[in-house]
């Protein structure tokens, strides 16, 4: 039986250690605060606090899944008291956060010199990845990629997961896809003001379901939209939407590259104006607000 060493429990890592568990891989897990190495282990899926022990568990072929914020990575892989403390020789680590790409390829560089195999995987599907399966975009050695690619077959839907080629192009490929969905986000909020604001008294949930199929934006965001006006109160809901920093990173990137990204670019500056008070009552801010919710479980801010 395959094995798989995850460190960090968080909405993501506790997820893709579920799943794994569900789908016949010996899975241990690591986390640093108590509570979701206790719900871990109601799962029957071993979990400790101690790094120590998380990497003794491993065994010969070693894994290390390491599902932790971005700001954290570096500490966490090279730090003399956390896991590349235990780093040797032959093992494979792979990042499944939102890591910069470009702190991607320095990583892979400096373990790359220590003879460590280092993958980098973009993973998308919010709170509905364990049930429906993730989106897996994948960077790394090649050479190395039939040692991992059993896992990632086991968490995606069947078939969307691939890798990409060198280490950095599955966060790369998952920073653009963050951007993409910022403007198509923003698209939608926008057009549902539109109609929100018009003399007709439309139903929205209804245009909603006529949306859903058929038509030329039928999507998940719509459908999506759809449990925002049947289980949400929008109107209770503040206009505040927070950001992670991948759209600002694809904006960059963009114009590194000499690439007009204007949407991304225009999506990204009202996710900063939302932060003024004056701009959480607008009712497309609140369906964005409130979609980064249904995907991602993230928090939708009370309108005061």
């Known amino acids: 039986m395959k094995s798989l060493t995850i460190f960090g429990l968080g ?29 871990l282990r109601k799962r029957k899926v071993w979990a400790t606090q101690s790094i120590e022990e998380a990497v003794a568990k491993s065994g010969k072929s070693r894994i290390f899944w390491v599902m932790l914020p971005h700001a954290v990575v570096d500490d966490f892989l090279f730090g003399p008291d956390q896991l590349g403390k235990f780093l040797k020789k032959g093992d494979i680590v792979i990042d499944g956060g939102n890591s910069h790409y470009k702190d991607t390829l320095r990583r892979a560089k400096e373990m790359e ?55 950095g192009a599955g966060h790369f490929t998952k920073m653009v896809h963050n951007g993409i969905e910022y403007g198509m986000m923003e698209a939608i909020g926008e057009g549902y003001a539109v109609l929100e604001a018009s003399e007709f008294d439309l139903d929205l949930a209804a245009v909603t379901r006529v949306y859903q199929k058929g038509s030329v934006v039928r999507s998940w965001l719509i459908d999506l939209v759809r449990n925002i006006f049947e289980d949400e109160d929008v109107d209770a809901t503040s206009g505040k939407i927070d950001a992670t920093g991948e759209g600002e990173w694809t904006v960059l990137a963009g114009k590194e590259l000499g690439v007009d990204v204007r949407v991304i670019e225009s999506s990204l500056a009202v996710r900063r104006e939302s932060a003024d008070p004056k701009n959480q009552g607008k009712f497309s801010n609140k369906i964005v607000a409130l979609l980064r919710k249904q995907f991602g479980g993230h928090k939708a801010h009370s309108a005061k």
């Open 11 to 39: 909405r993501m890592g506790g997820q893709i250690a579920r799943r794994l568990s569900k789908k016949g891989f010996r899975v241990y897990a690591w986390n640093r605060s108590e509570e979701p190495v206790k719900e």
């Open 113 to 167: 010199k220590k003879g460590i195999h280092f993958f980098d995987c973009g993973t998308s599907g919010g709170v509905w990845g364990e049930k429906e399966g993730f989106a897996l975009m994948i960077g790394g050695p090649k050479a190395k990629w039939k040692a991992i690619e059993p896992f990632m077959k086991a968490l995606s839907a069947g078939d969307n997961y691939a890798h990409l080629g060198k280490s």
